[in-house]
């Protein structure tokens, strides 16, 4: 019987090879996006011949499996899962499932699931080229905050991310979290795991890059590539300096999505309707639906 560990940061370089093995392009599948929620969520996970599984206990309260991953024999994998719930005495239950997954889980278990969806926790998909040039009368609301932005302070720059700045970024992120943090449940583990996330910033081989002004940081992003998509996971700024998060947005797409990198994923509103507004606004190319798939015995 499948035997699920917990989601520590030792782990994660050995799941992360898995990653790739996907091609769904949400952001349930990469380095912080399984580190940053895996208390949150109850996470853990187990291997089965090269395949990777995972085991949550989801929104709804109910425990629940995301796909298999990987180069094992995916069918297998899904047996240990069934034979796991059964043993358990769980119902079966997938999580995050991508809407190209529910043909998946359709092939395998026919009439017998039914599936609801959280549009809470669909990601958004936005094409790289857009995020790097704002171009177009689409994105003159955002061209027009950038400008605004170099005029008020034209000695800006741009810094990547390194071991040697990091701790720069940490401070920052403090203070920032003191003032700028919701009173919400969601949004207070996000901070709390987005700090912790930075001190493994160099060993998680994570990207980033920050804005400075006058030798202060006033807005940074971290993200990492998988595939043909730059994941977005944390994008932070001052909103008293207008324009720091456009400016962000286009340097971070700018200086991080290389020439394989086709789509940005910019992640969750998780129902924040003031960030749902605001992402909307970026004209994604796609709303990528997940849904929480139940298998009928």
């Known amino acids: 019987m499948l035997s699920f560990k917990p989601i520590e940061a030792e782990n994660i370089p050995i799941l992360s090879k898995y990653f790739p093995y996907q091609s769904y392009r949400t952001c349930d599948y990469t380095i912080a996006g399984i580190f940053m929620w895996r208390k949150f969520f109850y996470s853990e996970y187990a291997v089965y011949q090269n395949v990777l599984l995972f085991k949550v206990t989801y929104i709804n309260g109910m425990v629940a499996f995301t796909l298999p991953v990987g180069i094992g024999p995916i069918d297998e994998a899904f047996g240990q899962l069934e034979d796991y719930a059964q043993q358990n005495g769980l119902s079966l239950a997938f999580c995050t499932v991508p809407k190209e997954g529910i043909a998946v889980l359709e092939k395998r278990y026919g009439d017998k699931i039914t599936y609801s969806e959280n549009r809470d926790w669909f990601d958004y ?16 609301g955002q061209r027009n905050h950038i400008n605004k932005f170099k005029k008020t302070y034209p000695n800006y720059r741009y810094v990547p991310i390194d071991g040697q700045n ?12 003191e003032d700028h943090v919701k009173e919400n449940p969601i949004a207070k583990e996000e901070a709390f795991r987005a700090k912790e996330i930075l001190s493994y910033f160099e060993s998680f081989g994570l990207l980033g890059g920050y804005i400075e002004v006058d030798d202060q940081i006033v807005a940074f992003s971290i993200g990492e590539i998988v595939g043909d998509t730059l994941f977005v996971h944390i994008e932070k700024a001052l909103k008293e300096y207008e324009g720091s998060y456009q400016v962000i947005v286009k340097e971070f797409a700018a200086h991080t999505a290389n ?10 509103d998780i129902g924040d309707l003031g960030l ?21 015995s």
């Open 125 to 140: 998909l936005y094409s790289a080229k857009d995020m790097q040039t704002f171009a177009g009368r689409r994105f003159s």
């Open 166 to 177: 990091i701790d720069r970024v940490i401070e920052f992120f403090s203070k920032y979290s």
């Open 259 to 268: 020439e394989k990198v086709i789509y940005i994923n910019r992640e969750e």
């Open 276 to 296: 749902r507004t605001s992402k909307l606004s970026y004209h994604p190319v796609q709303i990528l639906d997940k849904y929480f798939v139940k298998v009928e």
